[in-house]
């Protein structure tokens, strides 16, 4: 943190000279995928105000490496996808707030700042050692450091921090400034908390208890209902996709090899090489690793069976011939024992890919590469099928953030963001899933929108028949709820397909697990001995039977009534600001061009191919 401070002026001209030296250097020579600057400067407009493509690049590009330095790997496609989605989000944010401090005409002085950066340091200064005294926070070594060149270095950046949180405070306040609960309000949700009740539910399932015979559907009603609701049948923007899988996985080769490893090491710790040496250096469980492979205690039923079994047969203080379990291969020793629990170290090493096997999937993957990644052309996908004797599996419909995941290869990182930037017909870069390679191929896109009733007619019969099911269904529980008598209780009526019955409680209102308030409401409204219902929910038709109820303590409510007066109001705020935020984004005229500007590899390099010569 201090050293941060001591230095921060001139790192922050340097990063932002690299972030927009990087950005000019990547955008000109067309491997953003944008246009260049001299066909966009906008990355789109919130309410009218453009936000500028060079900032949003050097933002971008500034998260994106302070993201690889705290994880120490380089982002793919997914993650940079997510840094972009991020820093949109916070030039949409900014751009609103600043909207709205406009609006209201918030302003803050430069004495006020002044003022909060002299009597409250941010979080991160009050835990830092350098400004700390026997354990606690200290003013003097605070005030000493902002008079000091380094703290004064800092202070343009302090000031845009506190700036925006002191505009953001003034802004709560203007929101929430007049909430108030009542106390008819805080006994009611208290009541809701406290008040308990047990009750039987009979529940009647439409699509068991009704038979497809007794709802029939004409062409007539589902024609008519698809008009009356058409939006129901919306479809989101999707797509369909082709892919090649060259299997990643060991064989018995790979096997081998780390059986013939972990007999090296078992052999060098018999020479006397101590065994948490060998776990700090070469066991791939690297938390037990840091420890020299210190498990702890462990029981039977808490690891895998093959190591289980080894554990509780192999003798104390003894080291293990190599133990093979679903997670690799182990050098096991034993330290303790009770039963089915005991008290061990290991050394683990993976079975993975290897040697000539590796060498063989390393050629076929490069094969993969050449014939089929990053290609314009649909039939670069079938030509390497047809080398590489790999089979074509399909996806789709796939919407836009889904993960997506083959069986094959298990999940695939960066196949959904790459999809939705690729047009019909191209061919993905090679993507490493969890247990294969693969490539993919866009073959056709749905739009968003609502599908004409041709397509869409299987769909609508089967609302239609299930809104008549409903019903039916309603007759039915009807029935039931007048069949109740002292001699014939709720739970004795629930027979027959579809028809089923449970009691709860006693429990709060809070804590039901009922999905709907009408359903909450007919429950604790059912009197003791009597019958509620019936309520039509969408997993079915409800009645209600009472059986108990323990009415809230008012005394108690009174006792507490300040703190929970503390309490609702600053929860009703909290929900007040999300209301507001949610309100101020769904009002707001956004333009968002990324998807214009980021393309595909292959995208960019088709653009930037130099135009043959006639």
């Known amino acids: 943190m201090m050293q941060f401070f001591r230095s921060i002026a001139k790192p922050l001209i340097l990063v932002t000279a690299i972030a927009f030296f990087t950005w000019l250097v990547v955008d000109l020579s067309g491997l953003s995928g944008g246009g260049g600057l001299l066909t966009r400067t906008s990355v789109g407009k919130v309410n009218g105000t453009s936000v500028d493509i060079r900032s949003f690049q050097q933002n971008v590009q500034q998260a994106i490496e302070s993201r690889q330095r705290q994880t120490g790997a380089s982002l793919g496609l997914e993650e940079v996808a997510q840094v972009r989605n ?21 302003r803050v ?240 090493l993976p079975i993975e890919v290897t040697g000539l096997h590796r060498d063989v999937l390393d050629k076929r993957a490069d094969s993969l590469e050449k014939l089929a990644a990053e290609r ?96 039916a269904a309603l007759v039915l529980a009807s029935r039931l709820a007048q069949r109740v008598q002292p001699g014939n209780s709720l739970k004795q009526l629930a027979q027959g397909p579809g028809i089923s019955y449970r009691e709860l409680g006693p429990i709060p209102r809070l804590n039901t697990g009922l999905s709907d308030p009408a359903l909450i409401g007919a429950a604790f409204g059912a009197p003791k001995g009597g019958v509620t219902g019936p309520v039509t929910a969408a997993d079915g038709v409800y009645l209600f039977a009472g059986l108990e109820r323990i009415p809230a303590d008012s005394a108690d409510f009174t006792k507490n009534l300040a703190q929970a007066r503390s309490e609702a109001i600053m929860a009703a705020k909290g929900s007040r600001i999300r209301a507001y935020v949610a309100a101020l984004r769904a009002g707001a005229k956004i333009v968002d061009r990324r998807a214009e500007i980021y393309k595909t590899s292959a995208q960019t390099a088709a653009a930037n191919a130099p135009v043959p010569v006639r």
Request: overall charge negative; cysteine-free; charged content about 30%.
């Open 86 to 106: 991020e820093v949109w989000e916070q030039y949409v944010s900014q751009i609103l707030f600043s909207g709205e401090y406009k609006r209201y005409g918030l």
């Open 376 to 471: 314009l052309e649909p039939t670069a996908l079938d030509t390497a099928a047809r080398a590489l004797s790999l089979r074509i599996g399909k996806l789709g419909p796939l919407t836009e953030g889904t993960r997506v995941s083959v069986p094959e290869g298990g999940g695939v990182p960066d196949a959904s963001v790459w999809a939705f930037q690729a047009k019909e017909g191209e061919e993905s870069p090679i993507l490493e899933g969890e247990k294969a390679f693969l490539v993919f191929r866009l073959d056709s896109t749905q739009a968003e929108g609502i599908p004409p009733l041709s397509q869409a007619r299987a769909a609508v019969e089967e609302k239609v028949r299930l809104e008549k099911k409903r019903a």
């Open 109 to 348: 002085s430069d004495a006020q700042i002044a003022e909060v950066i002299r009597i409250s340091p941010l979080p991160e200064i009050r835990q830092d050692p350098s400004f700390l005294t026997d354990g606690k926070f200290d003013p003097a070594k605070y005030e000493r450091w902002l008079a000091s060149p380094s703290g004064q270095a800092a202070i343009p950046y302090l000031e845009d921090r506190y700036r925006d949180a002191l505009l953001q405070a003034k802004l709560r306040a203007r929101v929430t400034g007049d909430v108030y609960v009542s106390e008819a309000a805080l006994w009611e949700r208290y009541r809701d908390e406290h008040e308990k009740a047990s009750f039987g539910i009979l529940v009647v399932d439409p699509a068991a208890a009704i038979p497809d015979s007794a709802a029939p559907v004409s062409q007539k009603e589902a024609e008519d209902y698809y008009r009356a609701h058409r939006n129901e049948f919306k479809r989101p923007h999707a797509v369909f996709l082709s892919y090649l899988a060259l299997a990643r996985l060991p064989d018995a080769s790979d096997t081998a090899a780390a059986l013939r490893r972990a007999h090296a090491l078992r052999e060098e710790i018999s020479k006397g090489t101590p065994f948490a040496e060998v776990a700090r250096r070469e066991s791939s469980d690297t938390v037990s690793g840091k420890s020299g492979g210190e498990l702890g205690e462990l029981s039977k039923n808490s690891v895998d069976t093959a190591f289980a079994r080894a554990a509780l047969s192999l003798p104390l203080n003894t080291l293990s011939d190599p133990v093979q379990s679903s997670f690799g291969v182990h050098l096991i020793e034993v330290e303790s024992r009770k039963g089915d629990s005991f008290k061990t170290r290991h050394i683990l």
